[in-house]
């Protein structure tokens, strides 16, 4: 028995490459949260950036005030310039209430001083970070709905 304490004592004494082995384990994780941190920023970006570009559509329609679809294709596209989308991924549409009734995308019959006209606003966006090319989660998706009062 004492062969197997002198053999323990000597292990226990020996400490080269303990360091490695410190490293071995703690490495691997603050790398995987150094890339979720950094792809988290990134993804709270891309929505603060779609905030904004939703907000300053919101400013221009009201300076505008657009009544045709030519006027409101002209917001969809500074929109879409000011959020780097295609065209598929913003939608722009006029919506109507007559009174205090539901939002209608058809003007209803109703009196003008009870009509009211919004304007509708949709912008999407994917985000897929890195983790998914080496088959862990799936990509982000972003949905931003404004809807705009103009009269």
């Known amino acids: 028995m004492t062969g197997l304490g002198n053999t323990l004592r000597q292990l226990l ?3 080269g490459g303990t360091a490695l082995i410190e490293t071995a384990i703690v490495a691997p994780v603050l790398i995987v949260m150094s ?3 950094f792809e988290t920023s990134r993804m709270v970006a891309r929505q603060s950036e779609l905030q904004s570009s939703a907000e300053q559509a919101t400013e221009i329609a009201l300076a505008i005030i657009p009544d045709t679809e030519t006027e409101l294709g002209q917001v969809k596209s500074k929109l879409m310039a000011s959020s780097k989308l295609s065209e598929a991924r913003v939608v722009l549409n006029f919506k109507y209430r007559c009174a205090a009734g539901a939002l209608e995308t058809v003007k209803p019959s109703c009196s ?3 009509l009211a006209t919004y304007i509708s606003m949709e912008l ?3 985000y897929q970070p890195v983790w998914t090319n ?3 989660g799936k990509s982000f998706e972003y949905n931003l709905r404004r809807t705009v009062q103009i009269s």
């Open 112 to 114: 003008e001083d009870s």
């Open 13 to 15: 004494r020996h400490t």
């Open 35 to 37: 890339i979720g941190t």
């Open 134 to 136: 080496w088959g862990f």
């Open 124 to 126: 999407s966006d994917e």
